[in-house]
């Protein structure tokens, strides 16, 4: 029996690996969200149209729901590639040339994102000491769907950091396959 052994040992990429796990995770719970909120939804219009009924809550809720959906699912986008990009200038330049490009481009990435993450965090940071609830009749803590904005823009940047170090270290998608 042949054996083929990796130029690249595994333990190289298990930061990536552990990444990857995380942003799978995180958009399963993405996902998860989007369904609570669908089914929200559903149960507001039964309640308001055909038990003619007051829905107070559900509204807001739904809108925190898909605006965290959005901020945690962002590393699992990340990771399958689903972003939108333009990739008409890498596939013009040498591969050498677009692994530079890409470098850049990842680099510039992590560095917004991280001043992203650290304003984010202060904004939650600073609705959780004040205190603050949202201005409707279920005064919803605003520090629980701020959480939202650090945790998913600090999954957003770990995983950025892994595609990095993935690009870095020479690692493809096809050599995954």
Not at 38 to 49: H, N, W
Not at 113 to 135: K, M, N
């Amino acid at each position: 029996m042949e054996t083929i052994l990796s130029a690249r040992p595994v333990a190289a990429r298990g930061f990536q690996r552990v990444v990857g796990w995380i942003s799978e995770v995180s958009g399963w719970c993405a996902a998860a969200m989007i369904v609570s909120a669908v089914l929200l939804t559903c149960q507001m219009i039964f309640v308001r149209f055909v038990l003619n009924a007051s829905t107070v809550w559900q509204t807001e809720i739904v809108i925190y729901l898909m605006v965290g959906a959005t901020l945690i699912g962002l590393a699992f986008v990340q990771k399958h590639k689903g972003h939108v990009n333009v990739d008409l200038l890498p596939l013009w330049l040498n591969p050498a040339a677009a692994r530079v490009l890409a470098i850049l481009t990842q680099t510039a990435a992590v560095a917004v994102i991280a001043v992203c993450l650290f304003y984010g965090f202060e904004f939650w940071h600073f609705a959780q000491a004040r205190g603050w609830t949202s201005d409707t009749v279920t005064a919803v803590p605003l520090w629980i769907p701020y959480l939202t904005l650090p945790v998913g823009l600090s999954l957003m940047l770990l995983q950025l950091i892994a595609d990095l170090l993935d690009t870095l270290q020479g690692y493809s998608e096809r050599e995954a396959s």
